[in-house]
Antibody, heavy 116, light 106 residues
């Protein structure tokens, strides 16, 4: 069974930092692109970033470029999202998702709240 | 950026009815179009990919069609568990989602 479990969300002040983690199981993690997708409260879905199997390529939505960094540790079956210089508009549930034609598996999400 | 536009924003329907949801892309995305279902407090679930291929375990009452810029998701006979928000997503150029269509009980 494929499982994706996120952690690391919480309340952070504007300008602060947070690191999200996603641990994968049930598939060969090192063979798949992976993504982070977010959803502000009561709003729609937005792709944030994705990363190639070996970590050699990564891509970001314009609104987080230079502030967020996606990374992975294939030995630990783990995906990360380092979020710096956080803004109120980054408040959202953050999901990790397995890239396929679309996203075929999602985690349960972790809530990030940016507020003073 | 490819902008995805879904219509309508909300649809009030009765169980057993047939319903069609629309999704339009601002430029051609070929057949690289997925549909998701999301219920409150849950992660999205992949329903359709490649515009018309049902994902694993998805009931046959869900079907997708279209290519290029115009796409539809049809639910042939609505069940109570189908009332949810539905999103389309293109993955031809990066990945962008539509704003969603909420199916509510009439």
């Amino acid at each position: 069974e494929v499982l994706l479990v996120e952690s690391g969300g919480g309340l952070v002040q504007p300008g602060g930092s947070l690191r999200l983690s996603c641990v994968a199981s049930g598939f060969t993690f090192s063979s798949r692109w992976m993504s982070w997708v977010r959803q502000p409260p009561g709003k729609g879905l937005e792709w944030v970033a994705n990363i190639k199997q070996d970590g050699s390529e990564d891509y970001y939505v314009d609104s987080v470029k230079g502030r967020f960094t996606i990374s992975r540790d294939n030995a630990k079956n783990a995906l990360y999202l380092q979020m710096n210089s956080l803004r109120a508009e980054d408040t959202a549930v953050y999901y990790c998702a397995r890239d396929s034609d679309g996203y075929d598996y999602w985690g349960q999400g972790t809530l990030v709240t940016v507020s003073s | 950026e490819v902008v995805m536009t879904q219509s309508p924003a909300t649809l009030s329907v009765s169980p057993g009815e047939r319903v069609t949801l629309s999704c339009r892309a601002s430029q051609s995305v070929r057949s690289k179009l997925a549909w998701y279902q999301q219920k409150p407090g849950q992660a999205p679930r992949l329903l359709i990919y490649g515009a018309s291929t049902r994902a694993t375990g998805i009931p046959a009452r869900f079907s997708g069609s279209g290519s290029g810029t115009e796409f539809t998701l049809t639910i042939s006979s609505l069940q109570s568990e189908d009332f949810a928000v539905y999103y389309c997503q293109q993955y031809n150029h990066w990945k962008t989602f539509g704003q969603g269509t909420k199916l509510e009980i009439k």
